[in-house]
């Protein structure tokens, strides 16, 4: 049993050599279609188009399998320096790939490009070993890896013990594996157990920093045991970097945010898996999922249409018409000769949501009359409005160097215009507050009755009142009446205003309202009196008091309409 074993082993082996041999013919340069002096960079782009291409899990194709084992193969020699260095220095002048000329002491023989270094499993092989089996007549030699130190992967992705394992069993239960499409748990070549250079979001970060913020994420779920995220990364990884200002990127490692995973619905099945938190639909964002051709172009495309979409596009007649409604928030429009909002406009749009307002329109020529009249000289420019309505030019002829930078710069001058708007907001409320001291209806007391309700005043409007409520309200309604130009009309004889108001507390000047009623209008809760001190004559509403209903009740006093009582007694003040 145990020498049927052994030989199935050595026709194994056999074939695998053979494999090698052929390999001779590659050249990992070649096979990732870079130039000798590409790029880390580069040729990490090249690896992840390729690799996601010939993926078993996407490219059926019969040798689909064979081309994806030559690319890993590839890209482990070009992206460790120290291998490639080697491949380079000892690569035959032909600069055929993985083999180099055997020593003198090899007689002749080739070895395949592996780790190197002491300790590794190797397998040697001679032509005449094929027929003899250990014969020494043999006038070529090759030498096979199988792996590293600490039986480290190869490149082909098996390594002896797998071998081992599955012709003379393991008690591990572990699979064997080739090119990574079976079986084993140990990683594939070159792959990486936690995405490095991208940020790995837990539940807490994702709800403070991705959730609703306005800004479009790129993200990707994985758990360590799946094969081939480094694909994904690397594609992710480039699209953010051409995307970069637009957006940021993170990653969710399911083995250790498996509720975060589960909560949203991200779980990876057979390979990572894509998403956008997208604000395309509506303003609030959720998660979109990516199911398009594995490439960088493709993917950035579907990331620019998720990007936010708030800023409003409309047409100059709404500049024309002054249509920029004066709001709580500052409004910023955009003017450009752009038939679609451009993707800066957007992000910013989705910076600056809840803060600014913001519109596009796409303009012919910066010689528009309507254009003009703004004070823009040259396209694209930003115009803005202040939250009370005041009009500012913030950019004309904006030049952009690219994406992060305008992003960055753009950003700035929003930045700017907001502090201004805070402060315009700042003087007004300080100048309303002080306006409405200055036309706060005053309670009329001993003090101020000659200014308020003196011979020299030819009407007085006095709003009584019995509780702090209804006071609010005789306060709102005079304040309210009192700036209407029917009630202001001018005394020709004393050059003033013709009419004054005042507040009177019913409950502790009974005895004064006892002068024009004998009840004191006890009844009511509130009443307006209409008084002419030098006639000592009076008109009181007893109605309901509301601004209308006031300012018809004072009109008719201005204009005589309204019959006047004489008072019981003159009124006076405790």
């Known amino acids: 049993m145990f020498n049927r074993r052994l030989v199935s082993l050595i026709i194994v082996t056999a074939s695998l050599l053979l494999l090698t041999i052929d390999a001779k013919t590659l050249d990992p340069y070649k096979v990732l279609g870079v130039e000798r002096n590409a790029s880390q960079r580069e040729i990490q782009k090249a690896f992840h188009k390729l690799s996601l291409q010939y993926h078993p899990d996407k490219n059926k194709a019969k040798g689909a399998q064979a081309k994806f084992a030559e690319i890993n193969n590839a890209y482990e020699i070009l992206s460790d320096e120290e291998k490639r260095k080697n491949y380079d220095m000892y690569g035959d002048e032909k600069g055929n790939p993985g083999f180099q ?30 027929q003899s089996m250990g014969g020494q007549g043999g006038s070529q030699s090759f030498s096979f890896s199988f792996g590293g130190p600490s039986g480290g992967p190869s490149p082909f992705g098996f390594d002896m013990n797998d071998i081992l394992s599955n012709f003379f069993g393991d008690n591990s239960g572990a699979g064997g594996q080739f090119g990574g499409f079976t079986g084993s748990s140990r990683a594939r070549p070159g792959s990486r157990s936690t995405p490095t250079s991208i940020r790995a979001l837990s539940s807490q970060v994702y709800k403070k920093e991705v959730v609703d913020q306005g800004l479009t994420w790129l993200l990707f779920s994985y758990t360590t045991s799946l094969k081939g995220h480094q694909h994904v990364e690397s594609l992710v990884e480039e699209v953010a970097s051409s995307l970069k200002g637009a957006l940021k990127v993170g990653s969710v490692n399911c083995d250790t945010e498996a509720s975060l995973c589960k909560d949203l ?42 990007l936010p979409r708030f800023s409003k596009r409309v047409d100059l007649n709404f500049l024309k018409s002054s249509s920029v409604t004066v709001d709580k928030f500052p409004t910023l429009v955009l003017l450009s000769t752009k038939k679609d909002t451009p993707v800066i406009w957007r992000v910013l749009s989705g910076l600056y949501h809840k803060r600014i307002i913001f519109y596009d329109v796409q303009v012919q020529d910066a010689s528009d009359p309507t254009v003009k009249k703004l004070g823009v000289d040259a396209l694209p420019a930003i115009v803005g409005w202040l939250s009370n309505g005041e009009k500012h030019v913030l950019n004309t002829g904006i030049a952009v160097k690219d994406l992060k930078s305008a992003i960055h710069d753009l950003s700035g001058l929003i930045e700017g215009f907001e502090k201004k708007n805070k402060k315009a907001a700042s003087d007004q409320s300080k100048k309303a507050s002080t ?60 050059g003033r205003d013709s009419i004054s108001y005042t507040l009177l507390d019913a409950t502790k000047q009974a005895s004064f309202l006892n002068a024009f009623d004998k009840a004191g209008f006890k009844s009511l809760d509130k009443v307006l009196v209409a008084y002419k001190p030098r006639k000592g004559t009076f008109a009181a509403f007893e109605g309901e008091i509301t601004a209308e209903e006031a300012e018809k009740f004072i009109s008719a006093v201005l204009n005589g309409d309204i019959r006047f009582t004489r008072t019981r007694q003159s009124p006076l003040l405790k």
């Open 265 to 306: 619905g991200i779980y990876p099945r057979r390979m990572p898996r894509v998403f956008v938190y997208s604000y395309k639909a509506s303003e609030k964002g959720l998660l979109v999922e990516y199911d398009g051709d594995w490439g960088a172009k493709p993917l950035k495309s579907f990331c620019q249409d998720h």
């Open 101 to 130: 000329a055997g020593s003198p002491g090899d007689h002749g023989g080739y070895t395949y490009f592996t780790n190197g270094g002491p300790g590794q499993s190797q397998f040697s092989y001679r032509p005449s070993d094929w």
């Open 435 to 494: 306006d409405s001291r200055e036309n706060q209806i005053p309670l009329l007391t001993k003090s101020n009755f000659d200014a308020l309700c003196g011979d020299k005043i030819p009407v007085c409007i006095i709003g009584a009142f019995r509780s702090s409520k209804e006071r609010k309200k005789l306060e709102s309604v005079l304040n309210t009446v009192s700036q209407k130009s029917l009630s202001r009309r001018q005394n020709s004889a004393h």
